[in-house]
């Protein structure tokens, strides 16, 4: 992790090791393919030998209610950003267009302002993002992600199509 100054702005520069954020992926129970660009790590997952939708669920559904009250990550549906993260995750398609259920496309930020803190007030490592990633592939596959809002980013898990109006 470097400090990055350009003018009167301060910015965290992080420095990923592509081998360990592989390992954290495969150890999630992920197939991974990353690809690096001068802003963000790109992570295209897709869980292994899964044959049901993961776990992200739209919030706003009332039989999920329950599940609402014990997620530990929950997606803004219209930017796709993790909340509290410097992580954003976007659908995969299939070359039909159709959503693809067992995976995602995961962006990790190189750039954070100095004063970024994650909840509890800790402060942003590498190592701490890894351990976030960890968390947020084994909740998709576990205990469930709540996705809050529509827009760019779609529940994988659930009713994925929009509920008529009675009126």
Not at 20 to 28: D, G, P, S, Y
Not at 91 to 98: C, M, T, V
Not at 129 to 153: D, E, K, P, R
Request: proline content about 5%.
């Amino acid at each position: 992790m470097q400090l990055l100054q350009a003018g009167k702005h301060r910015l965290l520069l992080l420095e990923y090791d592509v081998d360990q954020l592989m390992q954290v992926c495969q150890q999630a129970g992920f197939q991974v393919e990353i690809q690096e660009t001068s802003m963000a790590l790109l992570l295209d997952l897709t869980a292994a030998d899964r044959r049901v939708p993961l776990l992200v669920f739209d919030a706003a559904e009332p039989g999920n209610l329950g599940w609402f009250s014990r997620c530990q990550f929950y997606i803004d549906g219209a930017t796709g950003n993790v909340l509290q993260t410097p992580i954003s995750v976007g659908n995969k398609r299939d070359p039909r267009g159709r959503l693809e259920l067992e995976g995602v496309r995961i962006r990790l930020a190189k750039e954070l302002p100095t004063g970024f803190k994650l909840p509890g007030r800790q402060n942003v490592s590498e190592q701490v993002i890894y351990g976030l990633v960890f968390n947020l592939l084994s909740a998709m596959l576990q205990a469930g992600v709540a996705v809050c809002g529509t827009g760019v980013f779609r529940p994988l898990h659930g009713r994925r199509e929009p509920v008529a109006s009675r009126n």
